[in-house]
């Protein structure tokens, strides 16, 4: 039987500790072909590089991977790894993307660059997994997440994804030790409140660093900030589709400008 | 009665003719505060500036508006707006954005930063609209798109929107004439199919530019691609939950690797 082809691209960029981890474990699973950008992207959201050129370099620092480096953002690295690289060839069976230093869990993954790779290979009709590691810091220690996204990889290699789903996983932080399990979530109710730290540069000109506080305010039991507080990795299927299609009927009915 | 508080923002940046017409309009149904990027910010999705410095400067283009260019994404600006500009304020009763330089429809809702800055809008809690001119070039004529984008704006003062929902509009180009009226629409079922223009540089080194082409998979007559070929003006609701919740009970019937 044929090994799976798996496309492996990040947003922390190609020299990263999230995504050595992700090649290792993928490099168990089949053959891996990594397009990730040549910088860090976190916050890049969906974003794609247009009125602007992108350059794109091959990379020799998985041994044994082809690997390229891009200029552009994570929808772009999996843009160029589709319609460029692999152009004429086999197409992956999984796009996966990460590991990312930080948690991509809740509205979160609305700014993931991270997710956008993964929402990219839904596009494209590839089943695809974003992975977020719930930690930050330079000693962050991925070594325990490595046995889930094997499992969970597996079981989307295996099985498939339903058309036009992309997967959020996010996992709980090392220290936590003994993690309970995997959970099936949806989005929790959350938001970033944002503060502005003013200051001023040498030569007297304002500007401004965005620092947010997290605000949870959901109190069910079934989404990503609950698994993720109590220990459980989180799995939250995602879709691209943005249409509110409860909204329809409602707006059909109130609204007294249609005809 | 006290006049609605308008927040205006856009992709294209606080000098195109896009918000232009958006203020004008704006000025005839409340007090208007801009805050738009300073530099165009096509394809940005939902970039934020994380890691980065953000500037702020006020900008006087528009007689009689308040209104500032930020260094940042659309994103950026409308938090900008919320949490410093008018931080212990008053806050805004509708968010609108654009109008954009060309179309935003089906997918390209998830690349496009006049969407991202009326769905931070959403998040926030504020009805929030983005507007969009399927139309592109240096003559583009957003006359048409006024009395439209009027009676939209005054239709969401008046009755609100469901929460956490953000109002995807696009209008056709001003060529058509005859505009038919106003659909309620979802999402339509398209993607683009990218062609990466190969070239190289004085030095030798190679570079890419993006080139798209649109194909659209849709039949269905329900949808925002429809109604702009079909000269309407598309009005698709959208979400910031990105959970395929009808993908939930599939996950939790096919894994077994849950417990």
């Known amino acids: 039987m044929q090994k799976p082809l798996i496309l492996v691209s990040n947003d922390d960029g190609i020299t990263s500790k999230g995504i050595r981890t992700l090649v290792e474990v993928m490099q168990e699973l089949g053959d891996v072909i990594v397009v990730a950008p040549d910088s860090p992207q976190s916050g890049m959201g969906h974003a794609i590089t247009v009125g602007d050129t992108l350059r794109l370099e091959e990379n020799f620092i998985f041994d044994g991977v082809k690997a390229y480096e891009c200029s552009g953002t994570p929808a772009d690295c999996v843009k160029l790894a589709r319609h460029f690289v ?121 500007y401004f660093w965005m620092t947010g506080n997290f605000v949870n305010f959901d109190k069910g039991e079934d989404n990503d900030e609950w698994a993720i507080a109590n220990n459980y990795v989180s799995v939250v299927p995602c879709e691209f589709d943005l249409t509110a299609h409860h909204s329809i009927p409602v707006l059909n009915d109130d609204w007294d400008i249609l005809r």
């Not at 197409?91 to 956008?116: A, K, R």
């Not at 339903?162 to 949806?186: D, S, T, Y």
């Not at 970033?192 to 040498?202: A, I």
């Open 86 to 206: 692999l152009r004429d060839q086999r197409q992956p069976d999984v796009v996966v993307s990460g590991v990312n230093h930080g948690s991509n869990t809740s509205i979160s993954v609305l700014y993931s660059g991270t997710m956008s790779a993964a929402i990219e290979g839904a596009i494209e009709g590839t089943p695809a997994i974003g992975f977020s590691l719930c930690d930050y810091g330079s000693k962050i220690d991925f070594s325990h997440t490595k046995e889930y996204i094997k499992k969970i990889t597996l079981q989307v290699l295996s099985k498939g994804l339903p058309k036009g789903v992309a997967l959020n996983v996010n996992f709980p932080p090392k220290r936590n030790e003994n993690i309970k399990g995997i959970r099936i979530c949806r989005q929790s109710n959350a938001k970033w409140v944002e503060d502005f730290d003013e200051r001023y540069d040498p030569n007297g000109r304002r």
